[in-house]
């Protein structure tokens, strides 16, 4: 059987062709951050009429690169939401009309599935059950997975997701779009015990998290080395913010994984790339006797060849769309 899937969530506009067995023949991303960058965010309106551009000549990329061409395509999957509407309006719809002239079956799959499930494209594969954390631009949540179709979640952020912070972080900092990236690299410079930026506990018990706070914090800070004239330390500020983050993050991984059980931890997302975080779960999992799953960066941040894979078990459950399903905004999941 060959899946292609489309993904248009939010900013990349990405195809991808996969075999069962989670063999990727193929998985293209054309990302628009030369658009937003100058925004120091994404502009929705540009974001999908970006992917209006794109969407034909990426899935025609996915095919070529793949080797087949669409009679060959068995199933279409498609990321149906959570994003920008505007954006999963254009991969979402181009998907179920490809579908309908080809008569072939189309799922609409959840963004956060795909994430989910992205450390299983890895050839050092989890078993179930596993406790996940996904991390981007959009979510910060944590969830226990017990099979490919069925996700709890356990926590989730009360006010801004860890990417988002990364990137108004950045935008204060006049770093560009996106943050994380050029955060983490400058942090490499900085001292992340510079500044005491606060941590969001939220409870003893709890595995939500806020980020809120620590950003306004930082703009503080920010704001009153420029009224004092005083020369930003911006290494030490990104290293400072990244530590307090990465922090968090790892903490409440780790609570979770307590809370459920589970001897697996897997994570996902575009802030699942930074190098920090990936060394600090490295290490508190191997001294909580934890596997830490954590998949190539490339699949990390967003990618249509996840949206394939978590598209091939919801065929094998039945899950198909049709013409008139519509996209949403929000996840069920979360
Ligand atoms: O998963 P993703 O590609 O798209 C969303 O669904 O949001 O994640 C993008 C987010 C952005 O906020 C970006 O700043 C962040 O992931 N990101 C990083 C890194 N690379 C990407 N954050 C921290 N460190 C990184 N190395």
Do not use: W
Not at 211 to 223: D, I, P
């Amino acid at each position: 059987m060959l899946i292609l899937a489309i993904e248009s969530s939010c900013d990349d506009t990405a195809a991808a062709v996969l075999e069962p067995e989670n063999r990727v023949l193929s998985s293209i991303i054309s990302n628009q951050n030369e658009i937003h960058s100058r925004f120091g965010g994404i502009v929705p309106e540009l974001a999908s009429r970006r992917h209006i551009e794109m969407i034909r000549p990426v899935v025609d990329e996915a095919l070529g690169q793949a080797g087949v061409g669409l009679n060959d395509i068995d199933l279409i999957a498609a990321t149906r939401g959570p994003g920008l509407v505007g954006s999963l309006l254009v991969g979402f719809t181009f998907a179920k009309a490809l579908a309908l002239v080809r008569g072939l079956p189309c799922v609409g799959v959840d963004h956060m599935a795909g994430h989910l499930l992205s450390c299983l494209l890895e050839d050092n594969q989890p078993h179930f059950p596993y406790t996940a954390l996904i991390v981007s631009g959009g979510n910060t949540s944590l969830f226990a997975v017990n099979d490919p179709m069925t996700f709890s979640r356990l926590g989730r952020t009360r006010d801004d997701a860890a990417g988002e912070a990364f990137d108004k972080v950045a935008k204060l900092l006049e770093l560009g779009y996106p943050g994380g990236p050029v955060i983490s690299r400058l942090a490499t410079e900085g001292n992340p015990k510079a500044i005491a930026f606060p941590r969001a506990r939220l409870g003893e018990d709890s595995l939500d998290f806020s980020f809120s706070g620590l950003k306004t914090s930082v703009a503080s800070h920010v704001a009153n080395q420029r009224r004092n004239q005083q020369p930003l330390a911006v290494a030490d500020i990104c290293a400072s913010f990244q530590e307090a983050v990465v922090e968090v993050l790892a903490d409440k991984t780790l609570a979770a994984a307590q809370q459920t059980g589970h001897r697996r931890v897997v994570i996902g997302g575009g802030v699942a790339a930074n190098p920090r975080l990936r060394a600090v779960l490295t290490q508190r999992c191997t001294e909580q006797g934890l596997e830490l799953f954590m998949p190539s960066p490339v699949l990390c941040t967003d990618n249509a060849a996840m949206i394939a894979l978590a598209g091939y078990y919801q065929f094998l459950g039945g899950q198909l769309v049709d013409a008139d399903t519509d996209a949403y905004s929000r996840s069920p999941l979360n």
